[in-house]
């Protein structure tokens, strides 16, 4: 695949999602698609590469243009067919996407959120407490992979006993994009899906016989009540707000506390005030984000950053790159928790904006600080040691990160 790739690309750049080596580090990849006319690559089918900020807010806004419904036959038709032919908000378009989104919209509003901030809290203090007993702390394993998925499965109302099997569920459906283009899915990963579906039938099952004031019962009413949501899209929502909301958090806990570890003098700087905390996050998301890029389709022939794209073409809008821009950004290789402004576009932009960013930022602010606080000599254990990443390039996260505590 990677020699494949080599000769179907622009000589200069080198995309390659697939390659353990390009995920490890995609950034010095970026660089060169942020001068010139915007690129099309030839993965088996042309994509635009879209990169620069201007490009990638330009299509993420014009979604009349570029739709996230994906299309059959460009190789990623295994993929979606496992999430079952329902849509969901993000991969759908106007009028289906604003009825589903109406449908959750109110349960993630700011003051919402911040009704959360309490068990949040908890959750941080309890797994900190018990990083404190053990003496040692790996990031991800003692606080970024438990708490996104404790919180949601809050929001949805999951007993507690529950959230390890979601967290593994959760792990083995994302790797799923890490199959080529074209290529099965592992069975195993198909399985994960298949019991995370029954899973959710069980309990939309329990909760119209006892309903809550927890999401899952929110959603069974819409279906039952109003018919604003059928059986597929109900179990599909389900799905769709426990993986985005669970990978992507703990990939900004791990990825920020990789920054902070490796910026001494940004942690000190914290340290000193923490009011610098929600900066700090937004320079977080944008120096290194847990979403490195999405995707759209050309509804129509166009034209962006000087590049004609043709109707039916793909977009890889790599919104990483986007926030690494020096077009838009100041010495943008550079992590700094004082950076202002920082327009990053780490939640994306336009109407699929990500609902969950107050409760991301929320979490984020909380997991971290709170372990500053915790801990006040926390440093990388091993800071000269490569960190090594997950499966999934369109999620960036790390597997483990050791810091010592004293
Ligand atoms: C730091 C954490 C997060 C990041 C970086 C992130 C990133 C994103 C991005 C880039 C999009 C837009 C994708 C596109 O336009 O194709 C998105 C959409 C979405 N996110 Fe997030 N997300 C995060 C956390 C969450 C959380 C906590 C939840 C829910 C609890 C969530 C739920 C969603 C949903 C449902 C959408 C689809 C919205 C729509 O299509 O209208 N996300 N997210």
Same mark, same amino acid.
């Given at each position: 695949?990677?020699?494949?790739?080599?000769?179907?690309?622009?000589?200069?750049?080198?995309?390659?999602?697939?390659?353990? $080596?390009?995920?490890?580090? *995609?950034? *010095?990849?970026?660089?060169?698609?942020?001068?010139?006319?915007?690129?099309?690559? #030839?993965?088996?089918?042309?994509?635009?590469?879209?990169?620069?900020?201007?490009?990638?807010?330009?299509?993420?806004?014009?979604?009349?243009?570029?739709?996230?419904?994906?299309?059959?036959?460009?190789?990623?038709?295994?993929?979606?067919?496992?999430?079952?032919?329902?849509?969901?908000?993000?991969?759908?378009?106007?009028?289906?996407?604003?009825?589903?989104?109406?449908? &959750?919209?109110? %349960?993630?509003?700011?003051?919402?959120?911040?009704?959360?901030?309490?068990?949040?809290?908890?959750?941080?203090?309890?797994?900190?407490?018990?990083?404190?007993?053990?003496?040692?702390?790996?990031?991800?394993?003692?606080?970024?992979?438990?708490?996104?998925?404790?919180?949601?499965?809050?929001?949805?109302?999951?007993?507690?006993?529950?959230?390890?099997?979601?967290?593994?569920?959760? #792990?083995?459906?994302?790797?799923?994009? $890490?199959?080529?283009?074209?290529?099965?899915?592992?069975?195993?990963?198909?399985?994960?899906? =298949?019991?995370?579906?029954?899973?959710?039938?069980?309990?939309?099952?329990?909760?119209?016989?006892?309903?809550?004031?927890?999401?899952?019962? !929110?959603?069974? !009413?819409?279906?039952?009540?109003?018919? +604003?949501?059928?059986?597929?899209?109900?179990?599909?929502?389900?799905?769709?707000?426990?993986? +985005?909301?669970?990978?992507?958090? =703990?990939?900004?806990?791990?990825?920020?506390?990789?920054?902070?570890?490796?910026?001494?003098?940004?942690? !000190?700087?914290?340290?000193?005030?923490?009011?610098?905390?929600?900066?700090? &996050?937004?320079?977080?998301?944008?120096?290194?984000?847990?979403?490195?890029?999405?995707?759209?389709?050309?509804?129509?022939? =166009?034209?962006?950053?000087?590049?004609?794209?043709?109707?039916?073409?793909?977009?890889?809008?790599?919104?990483?790159?986007?926030?690494? %821009?020096? +077009?838009?950004?100041?010495?943008?290789?550079?992590? #700094?928790?004082?950076?202002?402004?920082? %327009?990053?576009?780490?939640?994306?932009?336009?109407?699929?904006?990500?609902?969950?960013?107050?409760?991301?930022?929320?979490?984020?602010?909380?997991?971290?600080?709170?372990?500053?606080?915790?801990?006040?000599?926390?440093?990388?254990?091993?800071?000269?040691?490569?960190?090594?990443?997950?499966?999934?390039?369109?999620?960036?996260?790390?597997?483990?990160?050791?810091?010592?505590?004293?």
């Amino acid at each position: 695949m990677g020699e494949a790739l080599a000769t179907a690309t622009p000589p200069d750049i080198y995309f390659n999602p697939w390659d353990e $080596n390009f995920r490890a580090n *995609p950034y *010095p990849h970026y660089r060169p698609l942020l001068t010139g006319p915007l690129r099309i690559i #030839d993965l088996g089918f042309k994509f635009a590469l879209a990169a620069r900020y201007a490009d990638v807010r330009a299509i993420l806004i014009d979604h009349a243009t570029f739709s996230s419904v994906q299309p059959k036959g460009m190789g990623f038709d295994e993929q979606t067919k496992i999430f079952g032919d329902a849509p969901t908000m993000l991969g759908s378009d106007p009028p289906t996407q604003t009825r589903l989104r109406r449908l &959750v919209s109110r %349960d993630f509003t700011p003051r919402r959120i911040r009704d959360l901030e309490p068990r949040i809290r908890d959750i941080a203090k309890n797994l900190l407490d018990a990083a404190e007993r053990k003496g040692e702390f790996d990031v991800m394993a003692d606080l970024a992979n438990p708490l996104p998925v404790m919180v949601i499965s809050d929001l949805l109302g999951v007993p507690p006993e529950e959230y390890q099997q979601f967290k593994n569920w959760s #792990d083995k459906i994302i790797e799923a994009d $890490n199959t080529l283009p074209g290529m099965p899915i592992p069975d195993e990963i198909k399985s994960a899906f =298949t019991e995370l579906r029954s899973y959710f039938v069980a309990e939309i099952a329990r909760r119209r016989k006892n309903p809550g004031t927890d999401l899952v019962s !929110a959603l069974v !009413a819409a279906h039952d009540e109003s018919e +604003a949501l059928n059986a597929d899209e109900l179990l599909q929502f389900l799905v769709l707000l426990l993986l +985005a909301g669970n990978e992507t958090t =703990t990939n900004l806990i791990g990825n920020g506390m990789l920054a902070l570890g490796r910026n001494p003098e940004s942690m !000190a700087a914290l340290r000193a005030k923490p009011d610098l905390m929600r900066g700090a &996050v937004e320079e977080m998301l944008r120096y290194d984000g847990p979403v490195q890029a999405t995707f759209r389709t050309a509804t129509k022939d =166009t034209v962006v950053g000087g590049t004609q794209i043709s109707a039916g073409m793909g977009a890889f809008v790599i919104i990483a790159a986007a926030n690494r %821009d020096p +077009a838009q950004f100041k010495d943008p290789e550079k992590f #700094d928790v004082t950076r202002e402004p920082n %327009d990053q576009v780490a939640f994306g932009e336009g109407i699929h904006f990500c609902i969950g960013a107050p409760l991301a930022r929320m979490e984020g602010s909380i997991a971290i600080g709170s372990a500053l606080e915790r801990f006040p000599h926390l440093r990388l254990k091993n800071p000269d040691a490569p960190v090594t990443y997950k499966g999934s390039y369109f999620l960036r996260g790390l597997s483990r990160l050791e810091m010592a505590l004293k």
